[in-house]
């Protein structure tokens, strides 16, 4: 009987068996159908892939080819264009050297300044002129119409002063001028004027009124008859007052050496033979004329030369007409100061040089006793204004060189800039744009400390769109406010990183893109220059992508996706950049864990899911299954107990599908130690062994209860 029984056992073993072989041989083929569709499916997309790459690598060399001929007609255009733009710029230069080495660039100013000045001499095709109004001589050529302060080679020969009992000998034509110009000084017998050596005997003052004066006494002279009617009638109008002819007929003025064309001096005589003064002339000064001390003068027909000096000190020589300063005259005043240039109804009026005692000079143009035109100014400390002038205020075109170094050239609006203009600082620095009353406003460049701005300014600070390029390589380009990155805009720095996005104060604020230099992508917000918010980090190197939030520039928060490029998702929270607390993690072989994370790792109590259908959920400690758990195994098995580096090891309970059961120790996914192995519990077929085991065998002592209970 218990034969039979025991036949019968080993028969039912047997066929489960054979029937799990069959089984796992289904499964087998399966799996190699599988892996030959898997292998037939590589195959091809090897041969896509072969056939991909070949055409690319030909599309490849085609572009390069194209490209590099493209690339040869380019340079070669370019270096056409530079030649021809090289030779046209000599050119220029070469037209732009000859025009600023010229006295004057005006043609019809230099026909005046030649008509005024004295012809010194002439050596070969070049002549020496002397402008008795500045005393400077310059040089002009006769035939090609050049003009030159500096003398020419041909002048070298008259180093020597050519004048009585001087020996000095120049080393340029310059020391010879300064040295007759302060050396050689006399005074004119007539009109006591200083004249230089120059000029010597003539004075070029007497010979601007006329050729032949002659000398009458301060009393005689017309202008004294004046006193009677200003004593008695201050405010009228001075009368008409008629004068006798001359008796000595006035000769014209002799013609000056210059050229052929001049026109002759004009007769100043009226047909009437009578000086007129029409109008009432502001007086020279405030205490009128019958307080003049007439040192000298000269009876001409329409106008007067004389020298006068006030009862305040101050000193006038020059041109008089209808009792007014006109004309070209010297004015000495009391405090120190003097003016030598043109007058115009006792105005300084015209071209003129004014010196302040305090050492301020200014040369240039006059209109009704103001600066008006175009004048230098220059103080004693160095600094220097040049350009236009307009109601006595700075005003229009010029250039202002401060005693520090600084250099502003650009437009003026009574006296502060205001316009385009340009601005240097003595430290390099550099403002080239657009200024409104003083303060750099508009559209401008700025270059400091090896940075270029260039953009929008408000009131000396950048406000509006522009771009910077920083010494160090970098460069932002876009919104700015209160002199700091603020709004829209690209930064891009020196190690290649690009951002694009919002800025505030200077900061990386709001939505935006950073593209690093390795390639990696992060799309996200920013706060206070750290990333911070719901983001995407996309790593170019793995391919791996991460969306979810961060905090101070790192994974941070719940929620968050990490897709690595092998197809393994997790999903769950960060901390600090880790994969840290709940989570679910999908491999890309289809296995699953979903638990406790701690510094990206399974840590703690969780679910890990075969693809095959086992299914462990318990304990897990770094990585490994770890401490108390049960797994469910596909084909029906199931153990509950202790593990170890993901195997079975110490006390567990291990159930076959077939219902068979074993409960005792484990090391390393084998019996070993003591335990029960229940064959067909609760059934009349029950057997069980209870004792030790030894690596998967029954091993040392123990006891085995058969089906009769034996």
């Known amino acids: 009987m218990h034969v039979a029984i025991r036949t019968h056992a080993e028969h039912a073993i047997l066929r489960r068996i054979y029937e799990q072989r069959l089984v796992a041989i289904d499964k087998c083929r399966d799996r190699l159908l599988q892996q030959a569709r898997v292998h037939e499916e590589t195959v091809s997309n090897m041969r896509n892939y072969v056939a991909t790459s070949l055409q690319s690598l030909y599309r490849g060399w085609k572009g390069r080819l194209v490209a590099g001929e493209v690339r040869r ?62 005393s400077e001589f310059f040089y002009f050529e006769m035939y090609t119409q050049d003009s030159q302060w500096q003398p020419p080679s041909p002048y070298h020969a008259f180093l020597s002063c050519d004048w009585a009992d001087c020996g000095f000998v120049a080393a340029t034509m310059h020391e010879i001028h300064e040295h007759k110009r302060s050396e050689h000084k006399w005074y004119c017998d ?21 050729t032949t004066p002659d000398i009458i006494a301060a009393n005689d002279w017309p202008l004294a008859t004046r006193r009677a009617s200003t004593l008695t009638v201050p405010d009228a109008p001075p009368p008409v007052v008629p004068l006798k002819r001359h008796n000595t007929p006035v000769q014209p003025a002799a013609a000056r050496p210059k050229t052929a064309s001049m026109e002759p001096p004009r007769d100043t005589v009226d047909a009437s033979g009578l000086l007129v003064a029409t109008t009432a002339i502001r007086p020279c000064d405030s205490t009128a004329f019958d307080h003049i001390m007439w ?51 006792g105005y300084r009026h015209g071209f003129g040089l004014w010196e302040s005692v ?26 220097t204004y040049e350009g236009e ?18 250099v502003y050239v650009g437009a003026w609006d009574h006296g502060v800039h205001h316009g385009f203009g340009s601005l240097t600082k003595a430290n390099g620095n550099a403002y080239r744009g657009t200024f409104v009353h003083g303060h750099a406003d508009g559209v401008g460049i700025l270059t400091a400390d090896s940075e270029v701005y260039k953009g929008h300014w408000v009131r000396d600070v950048r406000d509006g769109r522009g771009v910077c390029f920083y010494a160090n390589g970098s460069i932002y380009s876009g919104m700015w406010a209160n002199d ?24 990386k604020h709001g939505r935006g893109r950073y593209i690093f230099a390795n390639g990696d992508i992060f799309d996200g917000t920013f706060h206070d220059n750290v990333a911070s918010g719901l983001g995407v980090y996309r790593h ?14 790192k994974y941070h928060g719940h929620n968050g996706v990490y897709a690595w490029a092998s197809g393994t998702l997790y999903e769950g929270g960060f901390v ?75 006390t567990g309970t291990f159930l076959y599908a077939n219902g068979d059961r074993y409960d005792g120790d484990w090391v390393h996914d084998e019996f070993h130690g003591v335990g029960t192995y229940t064959w067909r519990p609760d059934s009349s077929l029950q057997e069980a062994y209870e004792g030790e085991w030894h690596k998967g065998i029954r091993h040392g002592r123990g006891a085995y209860t058969y089906v009769d209970g034996t």
């Not at 030649?83 to 710029?89: E, P, T």
């Not at 050119?91 to 026909?111: D, H, I, T």
């Open 295 to 345: 040192l000298s003068a000269f009876h001409g027909v329409a106008t007067a030369f004389a020298k006068a000096q006030y009862p305040s000190g101050s000193l006038y020589v020059g041109d008089f007409a209808d009792g007014a300063f006109h004309g070209w005259g010297e004015y000495y005043y009391a405090n120190g100061d003097q003016y030598r240039g043109q007058w115009a109804n």
């Open 484 to 507: 700091m990155c603020d709004g829209a805009g690209v930064f891009v720095s020196a190690t290649g990183d690009k951002c694009v996005g919002r800025w505030r104060r200077n900061l």
């Open 540 to 553: 170019f190197a793995t391919g791996d992508v991460y969306t979810g939030p961060f905090a101070c520039d």
């Open 358 to 383: 305090c050492g301020k000079t200014y040369k240039g143009q006059w209109r009704d006793g103001v600066k008006h035109g175009v004048g230098l100014l220059t103080f004693p400390n160095g600094e």
């Open 190 to 210: 007539v009109c006591q004027a200083r004249n230089v050596g120059y000029s010597f005997p003539i004075c070029p003052y007497c010979a601007v009124c006329v």
């Open 389 to 406: 002038w307009d109601a006595g205020e700075i005003h229009g075109r010029g250039v202002h060189s401060s005693a520090n170094g600084d």
């Open 73 to 134: 007609r380019h340079f070669a255009a370019i270096e056409i264009q530079r030649v021809a733009r090289g030779l046209l710029g000599r050119r220029a230069a070469q037209r732009e050297r000859r025009k600023q080495n010229m006295v004057l660039q005006s043609p019809w100013a230099m026909k005046q300044l030649l008509e005024r000045s004295k012809l010194v001499r002439t050596v070969g095709s070049w002549q020496e002129w002397c402008d008795p109004w500045t």
């Open 576 to 650: 600090d950049g880790h994969i840290q607390g709940k989570g679910r993690i999908t491999y890309f072989n289809g296995n699953t864990y979903t638990g406790d994370f701690v510094q990206a790792q399974k840590h703690g109590v969780g679910e890990f899911t075969w693809p095959n259908g086992n299914v462990y959920t318990g304990a897990f400690a770094f990585g490994r299954i770890n401490g108390r758990g049960t797994m469910v195994y596909s084909s029906g098995h199931k153990y509950d107990g202790e593990w170890v580096d993901g195997a079975r090891h110490g």
